[in-house]
C-alpha cells in the first residue's frame, strides 16, 4: 500500500517569507509525527497528534512554527517568517498506536527547506 | 531527559564482515526501541521494533538486542553487502509519543 508522502520534496525560500509543508500518513494510522533533521543536530521531535486528543507540541522551537491536521488525516506544517538556521530535512511519520507498544513508525521521504 | 548515544559514529568494513552497531540510552524506563536506516538524501525505514518486554528482534540478516536495564541496544548485521551502506539510526520511545533518536551510525560495506 502507499507510503506517507510528502510534499513538496524540496523548497527553497528567502528569509522572512511564511512556508506550508504538506504530510500524507498511511491511510487509518491515527498518530501523525512532525521532526526535523539539521545538519549536525541529528533528528528532533517537532510535534505529534493522536486522533482527536490536543497535539503535542512541546518539541516546537518556537511560535513562529505551527502544525495542524484536518480530519484526521493530512497535515500542514507551517514557518512563518523563516530564518536561515530553520533550513534543515521536515520528516513527517505516521503509526498506528498499538497496545504493548509495538508501534512502528513510518516516515516519509522528507521536504528539504533552504532558507536563504 | 532521554539522551541516546550511537557508537561508532562511522564504520567501515569489507564485504562479508559480521558487524555490531551500539545504542545507549540514559532512562531505561522505555515503551519500545526502533532501528532505522536512512539512506542517503532519503527518508527512514523501519528495520526492527523491540518493546520494551522484550529481549530481541530478527529480521532476516539483522538482529536486534535489548537490555532495558542497563540502558542499551546492538544491532547485529550478518554478512555484510555493498547494500548495507546507509546510516543506521536507534530511537527509544518512552510512554507518550515522541521518539528520541541517536546520532547515527554511518556504514560503508566495501566491495
Known amino acids: 500500500g502507499a507510503g506517507v508522502s510528502q510534499s513538496p520534496s524540496n523548497k527553497v525560500t528567502e528569509k522572512g517569507k511564511d512556508v506550508e509543508l504538506r504530510c500524507d500518513p498511511i491511510?487509518?494510522?491515527?498518530?501523525l509525527y512532525w521532526y526535523r533533521q539539521s545538519l549536525g543536530q541529528g533528528l528532533e521531535f517537532l510535534i505529534y497528534?493522536?486522533?482527536?486528543?490536543?497535539?503535542?507540541k512541546s518539541g516546537l522551537p518556537s511560535d513562529r512554527f505551527s502544525a495542524e491536521r484536518t480530519g484526521g488525516s493530512v497535515s500542514t506544517l507551517t514557518i512563518q517568517r523563516t530564518q536561515q538556521e530553520d533550513s534543515a530535512v521536515y520528516l513527517c511519520?505516521?503509526?498506528?498506536?498499538?497496545?504493548?507498544?509495538?508501534?512502528?513508525?513510518?516516515f516519509g521521504p522528507g521536504t528539504r527547506l533552504t532558507v536563504l | 531527559k532521554q539522551e541516546v548515544t550511537q557508537i561508532p559514529a562511522a564504520l567501515s568494513v569489507p564485504e562479508g564482515e559480521n558487524l555490531v552497531l551500539n545504542c545507549s540510552f540514559t532512562?531505561?524506563?522505555?515503551?519500545?526501541l526502533q532501528w532505522f536506516r536512512q539512506d542517503h538524501g532519503k527518508g527512514l525505514t523501519s528495520l526492527l521494533l523491540?518493546?520494551?518486554?522484550?529481549r530481541e528482534q530478527t529480521s532476516g540478516r539483522l538482529n536486534a538486542s535489548l537490555d532495558k536495564s542497563s540502558g542499551r541496544s546492538t544491532l547485529y548485521i550478518a554478512a555484510s553487502q555493498p547494500g548495507d551502506s546507509a546510516t543506521y539510526l536507534c530511537?527509544?520511545?518512552?510512554?507518550?509519543?515522541?521518539?528520541?533518536f541517536g546520532e547515527g551510525t554511518q556504514l560503508t560495506v566495501n566491495p
Open positions: 511519520a505516521s503509526s498506528l498506536i498499538r497496545q504493548g507498544g509495538a508501534d512502528t513508525q513510518y
Open positions: 491511510s487509518g494510522h491515527t498518530a
Open positions: 497528534f493522536q486522533g482527536n486528543s490536543a497535539p503535542d
Open positions: 532512562d531505561s524506563a522505555i515503551y519500545n
Open positions: 523491540i518493546q520494551s518486554s522484550q
Open positions: 530511537a527509544v520511545r518512552k510512554s507518550g509519543s515522541r521518539l528520541t
